[in-house]
């Protein structure tokens, strides 16, 4: 009998995670009409770091020099501020990249109130209902090694990694063929979830304390999964936006070099609809591949362990100079466009670069290189938190401070010690 009940508890507690089911907006009408641009985010997490001296300025304040990573952001210098002296206080090499927007390993959050939740997931839980989306968790990759987005049960959320499925997700519209077909497979989900609950009831009253807390952990999922079943079923029959927007034929084999422009076009045209506000983006291959990149011989992750060999770094350069490069014209995308009250997309939106890595080549997760442009901060400087000596400061003052930018009234976010000191907004 025991055997039994574990081979079905085991069946019934199959994850239902990454799953993507639109959500209805109920309010941008409203935004549109007061002429007040709602606040965004959209976060760009790179897994392998940057070479320390080519992404940390010197100087700090505004008359930094611009070291080789910053340089295709030099025409919009004015527009972001680059931090030095945060990071989570973690080690771990690879494996702690992963919590590069929550600052909290999964082994370590069961202390939390909301376990790992991660940056994007903490502002989409506020969202809610205003958006298709109440995000979009994207990877430019295509392997499956890590994951940026974290909700507040501790689960990860599987990335988005098809362009051409993102495109359709924000812009096809429904037929009432495929209506029909999304109505069923909705219906089939509820059923699911349904037949959980009573498998799960059954099961609850024989359970340990250990296996209780998790099946209330699994009913919180299934509560969050139901209220995104109800959502979805109110935008059955809303319209997508249009677009004159056009996805190249075969775009999902293409290099990651022509794919991860294609990436940023699909957010920001996401962000300027009003599909969601709430955007992470990762770049988490650990393979060997170059990535279509011209001087480039040897795969990413071999090149990251470049043991100070000049050709190494000199490759290494191109790549990250590659990701910096791709990040600039995505703010520029943003601020062409001109939002109803005059104010460009990039001055809601609050964009950030950077990674749960400084220094691949020793795995290093300390000082970690991270960059925030937009979003209605008052930008153009270097700021350094670990002068003199001191140790590093919690990125998650950081998130904090995006946090109540973007209107939550929260005084904090998960290893916070407190907002941003010096990072002030614009009146």
Known sequence: MLIKRHIARRRFLQGLGGSMIALPLLEANAESA???????IAATGIFYGFVPE?????????????????????????????????DH??????????????GIPTNHSKGY???NISLDQKAADFTGEKTRYPSLTLDADRGNEHTLSWTSNGNNIQPIRSLEKL?????????SSTRNQTERALIDKRSILDLAKT?????????GYADTEKLDQYFTSVREFEKRIEQSTLWLDKEKPNTDYVLPQGVDSLTLKDRTPLFYDLMALALQ??????????????GKENGGLSGVS?????????????DAIDELSIIETFHVDQFARFLKKLKDVKEPNGASLLDSTMSLLGSGMSNANSHSNRDLPILLSGGGFKHGGHMHFARAGKQSTPLCNLYLSMLQNFGMDVDHFNTSSGTLTGLEKIT
């Open 199 to 207: 498998q799960a009831d059954r099961f609850k009253k024989s359970l």
């Open 298 to 310: 040897q795969g990413y992750h071999t090149l990251s362990h470049h043991g100070q060999v000049q």
């Open 273 to 286: 609809t009003d599909s969601t506000r709430v955007i992470s983006l990762a770049f988490t291959n650990l």
């Open 167 to 175: 495109y359709q997700m924000l812009f096809r519209k429904e037929n």
């Open 54 to 86: 080519n992404f940390h300025p010197i100087e700090t304040g505004k008359q930094f020099q611009s070291p080789i990573l910053l340089k295709p952001l030099e025409s919009l210098r004015g527009d972001y501020t680059v931090f030095s002296g945060l």
């Open 89 to 102: 206080n973690l080690s771990g090499g690879h494996n702690a990249t992963k919590f590069f927007l929550s």
């Open 113 to 115: 109130a909301e376990a």
């Open 34 to 40: 007061s002429l007040v641009s709602p606040k965004r």
